[in-house]
C-alpha cells in the first residue's frame, strides 16, 4: 500500500495549465501539443524543485506589465511557483522573482515575440522523450520591426525528473539558429535570475526576505575534473533584524537553499573561453538596466567582485561570443537548482551535469518507470540513508545500464521531509 501511496504523490505532484484555467495531470503517455494558442504557460516539476513556464515574452509585476521580448523563467507575481523549493517545513517557498535568457547582437537584445511561438509542446511519461516532463516551445524575431529585426529562431527545451536524487533541478537547454541569410559574428547570450531568498520569509520594507540577498559565482573543476562555472545567491544577515538571520529568520530556518545555475554545454567561443564555460557574471540591486545595458552588461565578459554588502540583487551569467554561419545553430545548456549551503546546490547541479554528459543526450536516457521503495520511503527525516530499486530502459524498452552500470539500487540523501 506505501508503494501506491509513494507513486501516486509523485504523478500528483505536477499542474498542467492552459489558458482556460488549471488542470490536474495524472496519466501517463501523454503528449499535449498547443498549436492553436499564442500563450501557453504550465508548472513544471515533482515536489522537489516546481516552475512555472510559459511562452509569454511580458513581464509582470507590482501591478504592473512590460513586454521584454525574452525567455521568461518563473513568474514574479508569485501566483504560480517561481523556483519553488519544497524544503521540509516551508512548502510553496519562492526562490525566485523572474528570470529571462536573452540573446543579444550587434548593440540590443534580440525581440523575441510569442506571436512566433506555435509549437509549445509537453511529454508527460512518454519514455520517447528524455524525461517524466518535458516541455519544448520556440519564438523568433520574425515579428520585430525592420530595424530590429536579426533573423533568429531559438528552441527552448525543459526537463525534470521525480526521483529524489534527481528532482532538485530543471534542464533548460536553448538551441539557436542563425536564419537571418547571412554570418553572424560576435553573437552572445545570458541568463539574468532575480532571485529572492525566499518568500517563507516574509516581512516589509528594509525587513523584507529579498533585501538581504548575497550574490556570487563558483568557478574551477567539479570532482571529474570538468568545468565548474556557477551563478548563486542565498539569504544573507538583515543588520535591521535582531539576531542572525543568515538562512531565515526563524526556527526551523526558512531560506537554507542556495538557487544558482551551472553551464552544462556551450561552445568554445571565438575569443577562446573553453567549452562549457560563461564568459562573465555580472549583478546589480533593485532597478534593471534598460536594454542596450542588458546587451553592454552581456559583452563585458568579465567576473565582478562580490559585493561588500547584501541587498535586493540579481545576477547575470554571461555566455559568448560565437560567429555563427547561416543557417548554422548552437546550443545552451543551463541546469537550475536549489540546494542546502553552497556545496549542496554545487552536488545537485553535479548530478544535472553528469547525468547530462553520461546519459541525457539522444533516445536511450533512462528514467524510473517502477518504484520499489523501501518501507519508510514515505517517512523519511534529514538525513536519513533511503535505497529503492529501479527499473531504468531506454525508449525502445530494452534494459540500460549505461549510466547506472551494474547497479540497480541508488542511495540518496534526504533533503527534506517527505509529509
Known amino acids: 500500500m506505501k508503494n501506491i501511496l509513494f507513486t501516486f504523490f509523485i504523478l500528483c505532484s505536477v499542474m498542467y495549465l492552459s489558458a482556460s484555467g488549471v488542470q490536474n495531470s495524472s496519466s501517463k503517455s501523454k503528449s499535449v501539443v498547443n498549436s492553436n494558442s499564442v500563450v501557453s504557460e504550465i508548472v513544471i516539476g515533482f515536489g522537489g524543485l516546481t516552475n512555472y513556464v510559459t511562452n509569454n515574452v511580458e513581464y509582470w509585476a507590482n501591478g504592473s506589465t512590460w513586454n521584454w521580448h525574452t525567455f521568461r523563467i518563473g513568474r514574479p507575481d508569485l501566483k504560480y511557483p517561481s523556483m519553488n523549493w519544497d524544503d521540509g517545513y516551508y512548502h510553496e517557498n519562492h526562490y525566485l522573482f523572474g528570470g529571462s535568457f536573452f540573446v543579444g547582437y550587434n548593440g540590443t537584445c534580440i525581440y523575441f515575440d510569442t506571436k512566433t511561438s506555435n509549437d509549445f509542446f509537453v511529454a508527460r511519461w512518454d519514455t520517447a522523450y528524455p524525461s517524466p516532463m518535458f516541455i519544448s516551445f520556440s519564438m523568433s524575431d520574425d515579428s520585430a520591426e525592420a530595424d530590429k529585426k536579426v533573423g533568429i529562431k531559438t528552441t527552448c527545451k525543459i526537463n525534470c525528473w521525480p526521483e529524489p536524487y534527481r528532482d532538485d533541478y530543471l534542464i533548460y537547454e536553448y538551441i539557436m539558429y542563425n536564419k537571418s541569410g547571412h554570418l553572424l559574428n560576435n553573437l552572445y547570450c545570458a541568463l539574468y535570475m532575480d532571485c529572492d531568498v525566499s518568500s517563507a520569509g516574509g516581512g516589509s520594507g528594509e525587513t523584507a526576505y529579498f533585501q538581504d540577498d548575497y550574490v556570487d559565482y563558483y568557478l574551477g573543476l567539479d570532482q571529474n575534473g570538468n568545468p565548474e562555472s556557477i551563478s548563486y545567491m542565498y539569504d544573507s544577515e538583515n543588520q535591521f533584524i535582531n539576531g542572525d538571520d543568515t538562512g531565515g529568520r526563524y526556527l526551523p530556518k526558512e531560506s537554507l537553499g542556495y538557487i544558482g545555475s551551472r553551464v552544462l554545454e556551450s561552445p568554445i567561443t571565438s575569443h577562446g573561453i573553453s567549452a562549457n564555460q560563461q564568459s562573465g557574471h555580472q549583478y546589480w540591486h533593485l532597478s534593471d538596466p534598460v536594454r542596450a545595458q542588458f546587451y553592454r552588461n552581456m559583452t563585458k565578459e568579465t567576473f565582478e567582485e562580490p559585493p561588500t554588502y547584501n541587498h535586493d540583487f540579481r545576477y547575470y551569467q554571461t555566455l559568448g561570443p560565437w560567429n555563427v554561419a547561416d543557417n548554422d545553430s548552437i546550443r545552451i545548456v543551463f541546469a537550475l537548482s536549489v540546494g542546502e549551503g553552497l556545496e549542496g546546490l554545487r552536488l545537485n547541479l553535479q548530478t544535472a551535469y553528469d547525468q547530462y554528459w553520461s546519459s541525457y543526450e539522444g533516445s ?40 547506472i552500470k551494474s547497479a540497480s539500487v541508488f542511495s540518496f540523501k534526504a533533503n527534506r521531509y517527505r509529509h
Not at 365 to 385: E, N
Open 364 to 403: 536511450s536516457v533512462p528514467y524510473i518507470l517502477d518504484y520499489s521503495p523501501s518501507s519508510d520511503t514515505l517517512f523519511a527525516h534529514k538525513g536519513d540513508q533511503i535505497t529503492f530499486e529501479v527499473n531504468a530502459v531506454d525508449k525502445n524498452g530494452e534494459n540500460l545500464d549505461r549510466s
